[in-house]
């Protein structure tokens, strides 16, 4: 009997070491992806001695400046909506934080918020950006918040969409593939797997319309998951290594810039309600709710952001860090309506 049992046993594990072997897939070589993923507008620079970094710089060269930070496992193709809005009275720099998009990432250098704040500062300093307002989308959006905190005479104003960085967010709704990436066991199985079923899950679940997620763009998403040494890096932001920092009230009591706080009503992945925690908490911050959007609301409701945040931005984008302390963000849109929401008068759209 014990016979039977272990080879049972036996033959589980290579079934199920055949099927992880027939699902691993290699790394796909930065030149292949740069052939696919490339803009016209792409460029490259290096940073921190060797690291290769991919972003977009356009619009006026004289213009106030706009710098935009894409959350976890995506890339600066989120922003595509918003510049082609913005560029024409902003200077426009989107960026691939390291181990994202087309961006090199080291092996030895802990990613991680800190990491990313420290990027987002050496890309603006070596691009000679003196002032600049600054957005950030989900785990972008908390490179933002502490961007802020950390260079705050840099920053002209400051738009969270989407923002992480509570400390009790509610995590029981994730989409599977953030929910598994917090296994151990998980992850090291997952390192070299074809994620592009979880992946598509995962964008399905950041829109509240699911049929927006396209073929190309899961393809994208999967592709550029698989650069040399993204897989590891977002492995370890998913481990719990990305900031020791939480938002608390006190804390982001110290961001006096004008802030914008945007938000998909139906984000499945970070509730509703951080908007009205974050507007609370910041001095002068706004915030708008879109009732018909999730996670990306920059790509959801692309028009209807961009406008909110040309809207903000020719109110405040060329206001001075002196000025700005005493400044209170004003609505951005005259169709916003004070909502129910606690914690500050939440706009709903």
């Given at each position: 009997?014990?016979?039977?049992?272990?080879?049972?046993?036996?033959?589980?594990?290579?079934?199920?070491?055949?099927?992880?072997?027939?699902?691993?897939?290699?790394?796909?070589?930065?030149?292949?992806?740069?052939?696919?993923?490339?803009?016209?507008?792409?460029?490259?620079?290096?940073?921190?001695?060797?690291?290769?970094?991919?972003?977009?710089?356009?619009?006026?060269?004289?213009?106030?400046?706009?710098?935009?930070?894409?959350?976890?496992?995506?890339?600066?193709?989120?922003?595509?909506?918003?510049?082609?809005?913005?560029?024409?009275?902003?200077?426009?720099?989107?960026?691939?934080?390291?181990?994202?998009?087309?961006?090199?990432?080291?092996?030895?250098?802990?990613?991680?918020?800190?990491?990313?704040?420290?990027?987002?500062?050496?890309?603006?300093?070596?691009?000679?950006?003196?002032?600049?307002?600054?957005?950030?989308?989900?785990?972008?959006?908390?490179?933002?918040?502490?961007?802020?905190?950390?260079?705050?005479?840099?920053?002209?104003?400051?738009?969270?969409?989407?923002?992480?960085?509570?400390?009790?967010?509610?995590?029981?709704?994730?989409?599977?593939?953030?929910?598994?990436?917090?296994?151990?066991?998980?992850?090291?199985?997952m390192k070299d797997l074809d994620l592009s079923g979880l992946i598509e899950g995962g964008l399905r679940d950041s829109f509240a319309n699911p049929d927006l997620v396209s073929q190309d763009m899961v393809e994208r998403y999967t592709a550029m998951s698989r650069a040399p040494g993204h897989r590891d890096a977002m492995l370890r932001l998913m481990a719990g290594s990305n900031s020791r920092v939480k938002a608390s009230k006190q804390r982001?009591?110290?961001?006096?810039?004008?802030?914008?706080?945007?938000?998909?009503?139906?984000?499945?992945?970070?509730?509703?309600?951080?908007?009205?925690?974050?507007?609370?908490?910041?001095?002068?911050?706004?915030?708008?709710?879109?009732?018909?959007?999730?996670?990306?609301?920059?790509?959801?409701?692309?028009?209807?952001?961009?406008?909110?945040?040309?809207?903000?931005?020719?109110?405040?984008?060329?206001?001075?860090?002196?000025?700005?302390?005493?400044?209170?963000?004003?609505?951005?849109?005259?169709?916003?309506?004070?909502?129910?929401?606690?914690?500050?008068?939440?706009?709903?759209?």
């Open positions: 009997m014990l016979r039977k049992f272990a080879a049972i046993i036996l033959t589980l594990v290579a079934v199920l070491a055949a099927g992880w072997f027939a699902l691993k897939r290699p790394d796909i070589p930065y030149e292949t992806l740069e052939s696919s993923y490339t803009l016209p507008e792409s460029q490259f620079l290096t940073v921190s001695g060797d690291i290769k970094l991919h972003y977009t710089d356009t619009g006026p060269r004289d213009a106030p400046v706009v710098v935009l930070v894409h959350g976890f496992a995506a890339s600066l193709h989120t922003w595509q909506p918003w510049r082609k809005t913005l560029e024409n009275s902003y200077r426009v720099i989107t960026l691939d934080l390291p181990g994202h998009g087309l961006s090199r990432v080291s092996d030895d250098h802990p990613v991680s918020i800190d990491y990313y704040v420290d990027t987002v500062e050496a890309v603006t300093r070596k691009l000679k950006v003196d002032q600049f307002s600054l957005a950030g989308s989900s785990m972008g959006g908390n490179v933002a918040w502490q961007y802020a905190l950390a260079h705050p005479d840099q920053l002209a104003s400051l738009i969270l969409v989407d923002a992480s960085g509570w400390p009790d967010a509610n995590q029981g709704d994730d989409p599977l593939v953030f929910r598994l990436l917090r296994i151990p066991l998980a992850r090291i199985l982001l009591a110290d961001i006096r810039v004008p802030t914008l706080i945007l938000w998909g009503k139906q984000d499945n992945l970070i509730p509703v309600g951080d908007a009205a925690r974050f507007e609370a908490a910041l001095p002068n911050a706004v915030a708008i709710t879109y009732p018909d959007a999730g996670h990306i609301p920059q790509e959801e409701v692309a028009d209807e952001s961009a406008s909110d945040v040309r809207a903000f931005l020719d109110r405040h984008a060329a206001v001075s860090p002196a000025m700005s302390t005493d400044a209170v963000a004003t609505p951005v849109s005259e169709t916003a309506q004070t909502g129910n929401a606690t914690g500050g008068g939440l706009r709903p759209r």
